[in-house]
């Protein structure tokens, strides 16, 4: 048996016949079908149906997400495949077919939004060499992750026809413009905040600047070569209204808004993956609420992975275009001066103090005109926030508590007029809560006793007694 060469698949023997020229590629494709002529193969009654819609056969591809970002990309398919005629859609059950399985999906102001969470769909599409078919099939995995497999009769078609849709999932689906924390729940752009808040006005002043209006003027920034990024840091203490006015801008701008926090962050890439999707959906507000708990980013804390994370999101391999990043913190001590003091990560850093004066008889006014009141006039539609005395007076007294510690107040004074039998603040309601909640803010400033010293002192008093 002679071969020719590397390349030659035919092969030369000698036989009492003569030479015989046998090809060996020829013989391994007959040795096939004729194989698959004795047994064929046995395809599902769902791959035999594609099959015959496609007229040749099938390639499949297929990609999976985790369940809520999955059934956004599964909703969206409608609005991406809608040049696409939509021929049929069914379930199989059993060798039956039905109806595909649809499930709902909340949006925010939106309200609720249908998808096809499990089901067949067969689509044909016109291209410039003429028709296209393919067939999308939707799927839950064991573990709960979205899947969507694509068949067409060309390898690696279904890939570049996911690819498409996700593509266009990020320039025009649900994500874009919306308000969402990073487990892809929707949240409501509450438009009252403003109203709702007594603002200092230099913060109020520094924030128009810092993030709406430099959310507006990202695109003239990337024209021009500069950078279009920036991080805010809001810090203060404890109840003064940080968070409030973090979601104050998410309510006054249209950019996309994602929001952290600690409780949030459940895997060592949440943080990674969040700022590469607002550089997706950008232009895009990010808002990390406590960023000094939500990872622990302090150098004592070193080996944390968050700390790593944070750094490399905030100026990374890839720049953060078209990112704002706004971040609060009680305690700007225990932020790494790696990411606080260094352009590029957070530029500003502003202070947000307890109210002062003018502020606390707004935020006292702001809450009592919505609460049951007993002959209390309040001046805020006037703007005269010192026409009475009591809310005056109160707030005068209410000096060094926070806007939080100034609700309670309110609160208290109406859980005050409801153990009286009354249905509406007094004034005399407000002077008590006032004085109560003083009381109960001392003692969480007053160290706890030293048990073993009080217990050493008793037992020496016992032994006393037998001197």
Not at 211 to 235: A, Q
């Amino acid at each position: 048996m002679n071969k020719n060469d590397e390349n030659n698949t035919t092969v030369k023997m000698n036989t009492p016949l003569g030479e015989i020229s046998l090809d060996m590629l020829e013989y391994h494709e007959a040795n096939k079908l004729a194989r698959n002529h004795v047994n064929p193969k046995e395809f599902s009654i769902a791959r035999k149906t594609v099959r015959e819609f496609l007229g040749t056969e099938d390639k499949i591809d297929f990609k999976y997400w985790e369940s809520k970002l999955g059934s956004l990309i599964k909703m969206h398919m409608d609005l991406h495949f809608s040049d696409a005629t939509l021929l049929k859609e069914f379930e199989f059950d059993g060798p039956l077919q039905t109806d595909a399985i649809y499930s709902s999906i909340f949006l925010g102001e939106k309200g609720f939004a249908r998808f096809m969470a499990s089901g067949w769909r067969f689509y044909v599409r016109k291209t410039a060499s003429g028709e296209e078919k393919f067939a999308v099939n939707s799927s839950v995995d064991s573990d709960g992750d979205q899947r969507l497999t694509v068949i067409t009769s060309t390898d690696g078609r279904g890939l570049e026809i996911i690819e498409e849709l996700m593509d266009s999932f990020y320039e025009r689906g649900p994500l874009n413009g919306g308000f969402f924390d990073i487990q892809y729940n929707f949240l409501k752009r509450h438009q009252k905040t403003n109203e709702l808040m007594a603002w200092n006005p230099h913060i109020k002043e520094a924030l128009e600047r810092d993030v709406l209006n430099f959310i507006k003027v990202m695109p003239i920034l990337k024209e021009n070569g500069l950078p279009n990024s920036r991080g805010i840091i809001l810090s203060g203490p404890p109840g003064t209204g940080k968070t409030m006015i973090a979601k104050s801008m998410a309510s006054e701008t249209e950019a996309t808004t994602i929001l952290i926090s600690a409780e949030m962050i459940q895997q060592r890439n949440d943080i990674k993956s969040a700022f590469r999707l607002a550089r997706k959906l950008a232009p895009t507000l990010i808002i990390i609420e406590d960023i000094d708990t939500a990872g622990t980013v302090s150098r004592r804390f070193a080996d944390h992975p968050i700390l790593g994370e944070y750094l490399q999101a905030m100026d990374g391999i890839e720049a953060n275009e078209g990112v704002v990043v706004l971040a609060t913190t009680n305690h700007t001590e225990n932020i790494d001066p790696a990411i606080s003091d260094r352009p590029g990560r957070f530029d500003r850093i502003i202070e947000v103090p307890l109210p002062d004066l003018n502020q606390r008889i707004n935020i006292l006014s702001n809450l009592l005109s919505k609460m049951p009141t007993d002959n209390i006039s309040f001046g805020l539609r006037n703007k005269n926030f010192f026409g009475n005395e009591t809310i005056s007076q109160i707030g005068r007294d209410a000096k060094h508590l926070s806007g939080a510690w100034i609700r309670e107040i309110v609160h208290t004074a109406f859980i005050f007029a409801t153990y009286d039998g009354r249905s509406s603040i007094r004034a005399d309601d407000l002077k008590a809560a006032l004085m109560d909640v003083k009381e109960r803010r001392g003692l969480a400033y007053k160290s706890t006793p030293n048990l073993e010293h009080n217990y050493r002192e008793s037992d020496s008093d016992l032994n006393n007694l037998f001197v």
